[in-house]
């Protein structure tokens, strides 16, 4: 009765198609059509949940389940922050990232730590063997104690076996590494492939809600950034979580792209070192690039992620541009709005870098998509242009409006506080309602507009630079001037 069939399936959204065809009618897409076998009963074979047999009647709001869920701490509360206080019991979450980031090292370490707290921990792996991940949990400093026994660990890519074991083992968290490796059965295609991803997702899914056993899913990020496979298992899932950072570098950086049970902003802070990711100590500190004394170039601004403040440098290189069109390079900062603030600093600041090749990033591959760190990134920019340094103990913070105003922040205080407890001495701040904004140790200097923020900014180089910025005349040949080889 099985007649395997053949459909080509939108790697993109998981529409199905009766021919290929070179964009895909539903997400409209380019070339994502793979051919796909699929077996006419895999659909209708999924199993019911447990526990829900016979019909689901409506239930009032007020009785449907504890309105306080408990939640698993897992042991690291940097990942804590992130999901909004530990890990909610029958919830499928997601963590994403690039192969190599360190989610099975995460993973593992959270495991460990469930496990010496909450109970058993069911680690389901289709990538490594059971004794490569034994290796990698003694270098966890998890090779044995009484968390390590309450690990199991299955090397499988069959998601029926994984059911099996969790419905008889009943762990607190069964983890899935990875979602791309696992195979339904029933379903002929590959491991990988839209339908063996989403139907194994779908069956784990019916495991964490009909058992209230928590599923975490490890999933591959493509080159694209998107999560391989279908964008649907994004929607599946009550949190997407995805660890990022540097190529090359030692900082992650975690972060929730989708979270039902708490905010996506928060941030969470982790280096990866010889025995796996360790939290860093004080992540107010750790976007700060180490250099003595002040560059050009380079100015600290006080972002908010979340609920808590960041310090991070943001560095820009300009230079002369050659032939061609000038390049403009971000890494960290949304480009569109480096090229919106340097429209701003031509028309309204006299920086004028319409001839230049820019360069800009944050320290440490941070990204903050926040309107506050616009003065540090125009303040950057025009301190690369003159070869000015801005103050090492200067912060600044504030976003640039189209006509050259600064328009006040949240949370001021709770970023200045923190600039202070860094030893930072001045701020520049919008002006407007927050002037009286008064934190210990740190002079506040409110400005109304980049014009002045970029006078209180780069004028404290030496005296006589005062004089020369002052005069408005001499701003507007300096840009001139600026856009010949002599500065560079
Ligand atoms: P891994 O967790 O296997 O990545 P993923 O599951 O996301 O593909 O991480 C692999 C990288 O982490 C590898 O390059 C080595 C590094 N690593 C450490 O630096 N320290 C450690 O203790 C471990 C376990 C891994
Ligand atoms: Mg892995």
Redesign the pocket.
Known sequence: MARAQSRFVCQACGAEFLRWEGQCRSCAEWNTLVETVITARARDRRPAPSGTTGPVAPVPLSASGDALVDRLPTGMRELDRVLGGGIVPGSLLLIG?E????????LLQVAGGIAAAHGGVLYATGEESAGQLRL?AS??GLGDGPAADAVAVLATSEVGAIIESARARRPAVVVVDSIQTMTVDELDGPAGSVGQVRESALRLMDLAKGDGIAVVL?GHVTKDGSIAGPRTLEHLVDAVIELGGERGGVMRLLRASKNRFGSTDELGVFE?????LREVADPGRAFLAEHDGAAPGSVVAAAMEGSRPLLVEVQALVSPAGYGTPARRASGIDPTRLALLLAVLGRRAGVGLGSHDVYANLAGGLTVAEPGLDLAVALALASSLRDRPVDRGTIAVGEVGLLGELRPVSGLDRRLREAARLGFERAIVPAGRVVGSSVEGIVVVPVANLRDALRAALVAATGDDAAHLQAPAEVARETVDAGRPVLG
């Open positions: 990232g192969p190599g980031v360190g989610k099975s090292t995460l990698r270098r966890l490890v990866m070192g010889e025995s796996g």
